[in-house]
C-alpha cells in the first residue's frame, strides 16, 4: 500500500499546536507534533509513499523502539485514511 495527503489539504504550525485543514471536509484538526510530522513528510514527497518508506524516515528517532514506531505510524495512518487527510492507495 502506498499513501499521500488528500487534494485540498494544509496544514501549518501555529505556536505549539500544529493544525491540519481539510478543504473537502472544511475541518481543522489539531495533531500531536509526531503526527504532524508523518504530514509534512508526505507532503515534501508528491508521488505516493510505502509504509517502509515512511518508517525510515522516521528510523533515527532513538527514544522509541522498532515496534513503538511501526505501530505509532500505522495508527497515525490508519486515523488519517479515516478522517481524510491521507489516502491510502493499494
Same mark, same amino acid.
Given at each position: 500500500? !502506498? %499513501? /499521500?495527503?488528500?487534494?485540498?489539504?494544509?496544514?501549518?504550525? $501555529? *505556536?505549539?499546536?500544529?493544525?491540519?485543514?481539510?478543504?473537502?471536509?472544511?475541518?481543522?484538526?489539531?495533531?500531536?507534533?509526531?503526527?504532524?510530522?508523518?504530514? !509534512? %513528510? /508526505?507532503?515534501?514527497?508528491?508521488?505516493?509513499?510505502?509504509? $517502509? *518508506?515512511?518508517?525510515?524516515?522516521?528510523?533515527?528517532?532513538?527514544?522509541?523502539?522498532?515496534?513503538?514506531?511501526?505501530?505509532?505510524?500505522?495508527?497515525?495512518?490508519?486515523?488519517?485514511?479515516?478522517?481524510?487527510?491521507?489516502?491510502?492507495?493499494?
Amino acid at each position: 500500500m !502506498q %499513501y /499521500l495527503l488528500c487534494e485540498g489539504l494544509q496544514y501549518r504550525q $501555529l *505556536g505549539h499546536e500544529f493544525l491540519v485543514y481539510s478543504s473537502l471536509s472544511r475541518e481543522t484538526l489539531v495533531v500531536h507534533a509526531n503526527a504532524f510530522d508523518v504530514i !509534512q %513528510y /508526505l507532503g515534501r514527497h508528491k508521488s505516493p509513499q510505502t509504509f $517502509l *518508506g515512511i518508517y525510515e524516515a522516521f528510523a533515527d528517532v532513538k527514544k522509541h523502539t522498532t515496534s513503538e514506531k511501526q505501530n505509532f505510524i500505522k495508527i497515525t495512518l490508519e486515523q488519517f485514511i479515516g478522517l481524510g487527510v491521507i489516502e491510502c492507495i493499494p
